[in-house]
């Protein structure tokens, strides 16, 4: 099992959309100019975003947002708090009820005979059945959709961090140094508004990349609390079973 479960992951998740949207409001130039974001990128020799602040060399500082800049940023960060309320409300559907909880209240019934007259509803014979089979297939759904979930965006995240990376990278080939896209390579005021321009840079790559592991990790943690539980739920019928009989 892993350390941090499914739910507390998808709502560390939103909590750090939540502080990306904080920042991009009130202080977008620490945000565009963290090393967080430009060491990976630089790294990769990628160019800076559109929307990234230059650095004045004569100032020794960096020059203000433009106003388009500060509304774009501002969009983003709607957005980006919309999908974290939004994360954050569907997240409880991972967890894992009571009522399937099965090795938990299996050892509270064998060490306490009381147990059974305290929890009627988690202990009884038919109706727990009912109802254990019923949060089973919540259950179910809520793991296929966020698994769906997190393929389409390791799948779509994967194509643009490659995409980024073998277009936009600035790498020397057979001896020449190769630059493609962005303001780098083509130039002009129609580089600038192509779609290299503004996706094909060190900012989209390092969010990109992040959020990628991120949704892959989340499958795997996924995949093996479903597996947990439908193990449990085989073995706690089976003992059922072999009571009735």
């Known amino acids: 099992m892993a350390l941090l479960s499914s739910p507390l992951l998808l709502r560390l ?13 009130l202080s977008p130039l620490q945000l565009l100019t963290s090393p967080a974001l430009t060491l990976l990128g630089e790294s990769m020799r990628l160019p800076p975003a559109l929307f990234q602040p230059a650095f004045n060399p004569l100032t020794e500082s960096y020059i203000a947002l433009a106003p388009p800049t500060t509304e774009l940023l501002a ?21 894992l009820p009571q009522t399937l909880q099965f090795k938990k209240y299996a050892t509270a019934a064998a060490a306490n005979k009381e ?6 509803n988690l202990a009884g014979p038919q109706v727990s059945r009912a109802r254990r089979g019923e949060d089973l297939a919540v259950l179910s759904a809520s793991q296929n959709a966020w698994m769906a979930l997190a393929v389409v965006r390791v799948a779509v995240e994967g194509v643009l961090v490659a995409w980024v990376y073998v277009t936009q ?10 630059g493609v896209g962005g303001t780098m390579g083509l130039g002009g005021l129609g580089a ?6 503004n996706l094909g840079n060190q900012v989209v790559f390092s969010v990109a990349l992040a959020d990628m592991l991120f949704w892959g990790y989340l499958w795997t943690v996924v995949r093996e609390e479903r597996r947990s539980v439908f193990r449990e739920a085989q073995e706690w019928q089976a003992a059922e079973e072999a009571k009735d009989e």
Do not use: D, K, N
Request: proline share 2%; no cysteine; hydrophobic share 55%.
């Open 115 to 120: 147990w059974r007259g305290q929890f009627p």
């Open 13 to 25: 998740h939103a909590l750090t959309l939540l502080a990306l949207s904080y920042l991009l409001l």
């Open 192 to 197: 600038e508004s192509s779609v290299g321009a």
């Open 169 to 178: 990278g600035r790498r020397e080939v057979l001896g020449r140094v190769r």
């Open 75 to 95: 969009a983003i960060a709607l957005l980006l708090s919309t999908l974290a309320l939004m994360q954050l409300l569907l997240a409880g559907g991972l967890g």
